[in-house]
T-cell receptor, first 112, second 117 residues
Framework: DAKTTQPNSMESNEEEPVHLPCNHS???????IHWYRQLPSQGPEYVIH???SNVNNRMASLAIAEDRKSSTLILHRATLRDAAVYYCILRNYGGSQGNLIFGKGTKLSVKP | GAVVSQHPSWVICKSGTSVKIECRSLDFQATTMFWYRQFPKQSLMLMAT?????????EQGVEKDKFLINHASLTLSTLTVTSAHPEDSSFYICSASYLAGGLYEQYFGPGTRLTVT
């Protein structure tokens, strides 16, 4: 699977939007962009995924660049419960099972 | 939503003993289950992949005789850490995957904290 690059950490204020960037310049045509987050001492939690078009769900929005070499996870109003490590992962289905390979992620801190 | 459970949530054992961790998919049948390990302040590292009824595939550097994986059914996988040592102390997380809408969706358990004294 292609690699992703994320900032080590970011800070946000409560109730403000947060934009978490991810670079994936070597993404292939069959790579889906997945975002997971991990709260302290818990297993990762699925946030959102997309292929080419922007995606929205109840947790977040995913904005994908036109060339797909980067994407941004958007939390519209950060809460203290959103403080976690956010992982951007490329998953190539290509007809196979595939698995999720985690990088270092971005540690998001939310200030009250 | 799909739920994956792990038992126990934490365990303390003495050096040289074996510990078994269970992973269950509660509301779906998992095509494949994965086991990850996470040391403090580090990311998750994939240890092995297992499909029901077949032998697990271990990642490079993971000792298959030390970390025994049994995937007896579509809803249950177990990881046994044999002859545990303090360096095996870690956070072990399982994940279960199934095919939905043409894509494999993967869900994670809450993790098991293992401390070897």
């Amino acid at each position: 699977d292609a690699k992703t690059t994320q900032p080590n950490s970011m800070e946000s204020n409560e109730e403000e939007p947060v934009h978490l960037p991810c670079n994936h310049s070597t993404i292939s045509g069959t790579d889906y962009i997945h975002w997971y987050r991990q709260l302290p001492s818990q297993g990762p939690e699925y946030v959102i995924h997309g292929l080419t078009s922007n995606v929205n769900n109840r947790m977040a929005s995913l904005a994908i660049a036109e060339d797909r070499k980067s994407s941004t996870l958007i939390l519209h109003r950060a809460t203290l419960r959103d403080a976690a490590v956010y992982y951007c992962i490329l998953r190539n289905y290509g007809g196979s099972q595939g698995n999720l390979i985690f990088g270092k992620g971005t540690k998001l801190s939310v200030k009250p | 939503g799909a739920v994956v459970s792990q038992h126990p949530s934490w365990v303390i054992c003495k050096s040289g003993t074996s510990v078994k961790i269970e992973c269950r998919s509660l509301d779906f049948q998992a095509t494949t289950m994965f086991w990850y390990r996470q040391f403090p302040k580090q990311s998750l590292m994939l240890m092995a992949t297992s499909n029901e009824g077949s032998k697990a595939t271990y990642e490079q550097g993971v000792e298959k005789d030390k970390f025994l994986i049994n995937h007896a059914s579509l809803t249950l996988s177990t990881l046994t850490v044999t002859s545990a040592h303090p360096e095996d102390s870690s956070f072990y997380i399982c994940s279960a995957s199934y095919l939905a809408g043409g894509l494999y969706e993967q869900y994670f358990g809450p993790g098991t904290r293992l401390t070897v004294t």
